[in-house]
């Protein structure tokens, strides 16, 4: 019998390269897992069962013929977010608007995870076509956080989180927008990576915002994430937001110190804005860098409450501006949180909007700026720690929840949520690591020897 809640996926993939278990045990592990959980949990939309397992049979004749097995993912289970196509199979965005859609072709994220060997599972629960960050989704019900089941799992990749944290997936692929891979993974008490703008492709991902939208990984610790992100990232010549950057090496696994690494703490007011516990947690977290080797100096960060204005004022836009037929013809099919932001959106002038993508550039600018005198910025991923489901409605909590995260889908820049303790509740505490455009390998480096150093990735939620 396979323990799935003590494997990772880089131990998975280990143990399968030595064929101490086999693709198909360890997926039919999987869904046994996600038969007793997923019923309290609902992290999973569709569950693909008959799929998997065909996949995995054929990955285990294969593995024993030494056949592929060199492959990165190969054997692997995962599951994606419902806004991630996967050929022949349904792609709803959590919403009654797409309820009879069927993908024809992969997503480019799912070809390169073909590619790499990986197995498709399901597809995760969401907020409803990713305009939000609770995932209390009125059409499939509300995903639930498994540190404590009356609480949200946050979104829009709510589903990706929870089913991450709870074992149900040995990793998965998320969107972010204004914070929707690293919300969850942080109210979730797991590790999401956003990778700058342009370097994971979206082709074949449902989107929210075309100016916005990032594609990245969550996992239970940042080896597993980078091991991922490495699958994904790379240039698609058939998405125009595509950036043919070349990404540098892998991080060493064995460098566990940061001598001279230069990190600013955000301690200005805009940050420091939150629970007392996440503010002590994330200086807490500070110390550990110090005494990791690094320099860190406290300092205002600049304009990040005018970036997740325009952040905000975008995103609606956007989607406004994809969904418009649908907020014509058929608007009793969204649920009433994303009507109301829909037409919010629609109401946005032109005149704002060009002032907001003007406003963009200057931030990108000045925010790259920054990152010329320092090499990291912490901050808190959220203010608070994972709200009851039955509390302030998924409007507000989306204004408390962004804060801190939509700045940077504004400037594109990648970051990191690792988590980095607990309340006095018991809910998990997230770390926002941000750095320059096209960093992401010594961001994951950063977050890596800091993950080992404190090791609250360890802990595991009582399911």
Same mark, same amino acid.
């Given at each position: 019998m396979?323990?799935?809640n003590?494997?990772?996926l880089?131990?998975?993939?280990t143990a399968?390269t030595?064929?101490?278990i ?5 997926t039919?592990? $999987? ?9 309290q949990?609902?992290c999973?939309?569709n569950?693909?069962s008959?799929f998997?397992l065909?996949q995995?049979?054929?990955?285990t004749?294969?593995l ?6 060199? *492959? ?5 289970p ?14 709803r965005?959590g919403?009654?608007i ?16 073909r590619?790499?060997? &990986?197995?498709?599972?399901g597809?995760?629960? $969401? ?6 960050v609770t /995932?209390?989704n009125?059409h ?5 956080n498994p540190?404590n089941?009356?609480r949200?799992?946050?979104?829009s990749?709510g ?5 991450v944290a709870s074992?149900?997936s040995l ?5 972010? /927008?204004?914070g929707?891979i ?6 979730c008490?797991v590790?999401g990576l956003?990778?700058?703008?342009? *370097?994971?492709?979206v *082709?074949?991902v449902?989107?929210l915002?075309?100016n916005?939208d990032?594609v ?5 610790c940042?080896e597993?994430a980078?091991?991922l ?6 240039y698609?010549?058939?998405d125009?937001?595509?950036?043919h950057?070349?990404?540098?090496r892998?991080?060493?696994p064995?460098?566990?110190s ?6 600013a703490?955000?301690?200005?007011p805009?940050f420091t ?7 002590? &947690?994330?200086r807490?977290?500070?110390l550990?860098?110090e ?5 860190v100096e ?7 409450l005018?970036a997740?204005?325009?952040n905000?004022l $975008?995103?609606i836009?956007?989607a406004a501006?994809?969904?418009e037929?649908?907020?014509?013809t058929?608007?009793?099919?969204f649920g ?5 932001r829909?037409?919010?959106?629609? $109401?946005?002038t032109s005149?704002?909007?060009?002032? &907001?993508r ?5 931030? *990108?600018k000045?925010?790259?700026?920054f990152?010329?005198?320092y ?8 203010p608070i720690?994972a ?7 998924a ?9 801190? /995260?939509?700045?940077?889908n504004?400037s ?5 949520t690792?988590?980095?303790g607990?309340?006095s509740?018991?809910?998990?505490i997230?770390?926002?690591i941000?750095?320059?455009a ?5 961001l ?12 609250w ?7």
């Amino acid at each position: 019998m396979v323990d799935i809640n003590q494997l990772s996926l880089k131990s998975a993939i280990t143990a399968i390269t030595k064929r101490e278990i086999s693709p198909i045990d360890l997926t039919k592990a $999987m869904l046994e897992q996600i038969a007793q959980h997923n019923p309290q949990l609902n992290c999973y939309l569709n569950i693909y069962s008959e799929f998997a397992l065909k996949q995995a049979q054929a990955k285990t004749i294969a593995l024993a013929k030494k056949d592929q097995a060199h *492959r990165p993912l190969f054997g692997i289970p995962l599951g994606l977010k419902d806004l991630i196509a996967i050929r022949g199979f349904p792609l709803r965005a959590g919403s009654r608007i797409w309820q009879d859609n069927i993908s024809a072709e992969d997503a480019f994220v799912v070809k390169k995870l073909r590619r790499a060997g &990986a197995i498709f599972i399901g597809h995760h629960n $969401m907020h409803e076509i990713a305009l939000g960050v609770t /995932t209390v989704n009125p059409h499939y019900g509300a995903c639930h956080n498994p540190w404590n089941l009356e609480r949200i799992s946050g979104g829009s990749s709510g589903g990706s989180a929870v089913a991450v944290a709870s074992g149900l997936s040995l990793g998965a692929l998320g969107t972010d /927008t204004g914070g929707s891979i690293r919300i969850p993974a942080s109210l979730c008490g797991v590790v999401g990576l956003k990778p700058t703008f342009g *370097r994971v492709s979206v *082709r074949g991902v449902l989107p929210l915002s075309w100016n916005l939208d990032h594609v990245g990984p969550l996992a239970r610790c940042v080896e597993d994430a980078a091991i991922l992100y490495q699958v994904i990232a790379g240039y698609d010549d058939r998405d125009p937001y595509s950036a043919h950057i070349t990404s540098q090496r892998l991080f060493d696994p064995d460098l566990l110190s940061l001598p001279g690494i230069k990190i600013a703490l955000a301690s200005d007011p805009f940050f420091t804005d939150a629970d007392p516990e996440i503010v002590q &947690a994330v200086r807490r977290a500070a110390l550990s860098f110090e005494n990791l080797g690094a320099i860190v100096e406290e300092c205002e960060f600049p304009d990040a409450l005018l970036a997740a204005q325009t952040n905000s004022l $975008m995103v609606i836009s956007d989607a406004a501006a994809i969904y418009e037929q649908d907020l014509k013809t058929q608007p009793d099919l969204f649920g009433e949180d994303i009507l109301q932001r829909l037409r919010k959106g629609a $109401m946005v002038t032109s005149s704002q909007y060009i002032h &907001a993508r003007h406003t963009q550039n200057l931030l *990108r600018k000045r925010f790259n700026e920054f990152f010329g005198d320092y090499d990291f910025l912490i901050t808190p991923t959220t203010p608070i720690t994972a709200p009851l489901i039955q509390g302030e409605d998924a409007l507000e909590q989306a204004k408390n929840l962004t804060r801190f /995260t939509a700045p940077f889908n504004l400037s594109g820049l990648p970051a990191i949520t690792i988590p980095c303790g607990f309340d006095s509740q018991g809910l998990p505490i997230g770390l926002q690591i941000v750095t320059k455009a096209w960093n992401e390998e010594r961001l994951l480096q950063v977050a890596y020897i800091y993950e080992q150093s404190a090791g609250w990735w360890k802990m595991q939620p009582p399911l």
